[in-house]
């Protein structure tokens, strides 16, 4: 089981910045795929990013895709999520997870989390 501890998160305004990141156990490199999960409140968690490093592929949520990118440290072990133009809808608990199952949002053993951190952003 790969165990993860997300940090970064805040509450800015609308149009503000975030840098969130996930220490992860173990060597990056050897994940797969990588992702970023969100869960506003009351409602279900959504795939956000997901990184395959290896093949220098990511992908990315509709509603976040050219303001947030999503990268890795192998060298930390840390995978990142830059988030850029805030906006309240992006207002969440963030997740992420270093066993996911590439081409999906899906994870590779088991559905346990980390403790999360949390995004909010008002105007």
């Known amino acids: 089981q790969v165990h993860v501890a997300e940090s970064g998160g805040g509450s800015v305004k609308v149009g503000g910045s975030l840098r969130l990141s996930c220490a992860t156990s173990?060597?990056?490199?050897?994940?797969?795929?990588m992702a970023w999960y969100r869960q506003p409140s009351g409602k279900e968690r959504e795939g956000v990013a997901r990184?395959?490093?290896?093949?220098?592929?990511?992908v990315y949520a509709d509603s976040v895709k050219g303001r947030f990118t999503i990268s890795t440290d192998s060298a930390q072990n840390t995978l990142y999520l830059q988030m850029n133009n805030l906006r309240p809808g992006d207002t969440a608990m963030y997740y992420c997870?270093?066993?996911?199952?590439?081409?999906?949002?899906?994870?590779?053993?088991?559905?346990?989390w980390g403790q999360g951190t949390q995004v909010t952003v008002s105007s």
């Open positions: 997870a270093a066993d996911v199952r590439c081409g999906t949002w899906s994870r590779l053993w088991g559905d346990s």
């Open positions: 173990g060597n990056i490199d050897s994940r797969g795929c």
């Open positions: 990184i395959q490093p290896y093949y220098d592929i990511d």
